[in-house]
């Protein structure tokens, strides 16, 4: 087990790639805190998991709660191994000259600002433990997208946040690192297809993207977390890891 007794503080871990995730640790032997905003559909997965896993309901944007959250996990399990930054939203799908001021608040303290927050109350407990933090990114974040400027623009912060996190921690042991995935089907991600002027021609559309043939699940995402977060990757830090199929290698016939 690559996890095995490992703690993990995972955000956004209720559904779509968090859920896969969540999955994934618990296979390998982890012990998960998992923090959403939905606390039925935490229990879901954590039933869906088994074990003796914390359910935490809270506002990862909100200051007090992700503070609150974060005690009680170092409380119940004396410790955290590992933080996965994996909350996230992609709304709106706008242009940015039409995207509101609530709407670009919305995406930089839940896709940005978690991650501030975690860090700051989490960072004795991952120096004690010498751990590891993920950043869930995306391929947006090195070649932009159209109709989501903002959401593009906290994923490109959440590239050189990462690696400036790295440095700032390598001296404590505490490597950093993100995934970036490129499609993936998960809920958000049908929602957004339903978003789209070309609606019904999205699932094809996001086939072809990637060279290897199709647009997969968030169980591919999951099992690079898995690698990132165990000794396997003791060596690593500060990687961008896409998780892409190749959709960032350029044009293809």
């Keep these: 087990m690559l996890l095995k007794n490992k703690v993990i503080f995972l955000t956004g871990g209720s559904m779509g790639i968090g859920a896969e995730c969540a999955k994934a640790y618990a296979k390998e032997g982890a012990l998960l805190a998992i923090a959403a905003l939905d606390q039925q559909e935490i229990e879901n997965t954590i039933q869906e998991i088994e074990g003796a896993h914390l359910s935490l309901p809270c506002d990862l ?14 409380a119940h399990f ?17 242009t940015l000259h039409k995207t509101t001021t609530e709407e670009w608040d919305k995406l930089m303290n839940v896709n940005l600002k978690s991650v501030y927050l ?38 490109g912060a959440m590239n050189t946040l990462t690696k400036s996190m790295a440095l700032d921690y390598a001296k404590y042991g505490i490597r950093v690192n993100a995934v970036a995935p490129a499609g993936v089907w998960t809920p958000m991600l049908r ?21 290897l043939g199709y647009c997969p699940g968030g169980d591919v995402v999951a099992d690079a977390c898995v690698f990132l977060l165990s000794e396997k990757a003791r ?19």
């Design 118 to 155: 975690t860090t700051k109350y989490a960072f004795e407990a991952l120096k004690a433990s010498k751990g590891t933090i993920l950043n869930t990114s995306s391929l947006v974040a090195e070649i932009g997208q159209e109709l989501h400027a903002a959401y593009s623009a906290t994923k």
């Design 235 to 253: 060596f690593i830090t500060g990687c961008i890891l896409p998780i892409s199929g190749g959709a960032e290698l350029g044009y293809k016939l």
């Design 61 to 74: 944007a909100d200051e007090a709660a992700t503070k609150n959250a974060l005690e009680k996990a170092i």
């Design 191 to 211: 929602d957004w297809a339903k978003e789209q002027p070309n609606s019904s021609a999205i699932e094809d559309y996001l086939d072809k993207i990637h060279p």
């Design 78 to 94: 004396g410790r955290i191994d590992a933080i996965h930054n994996n909350a996230g939203i992609a709304f709106p799908s706008k």
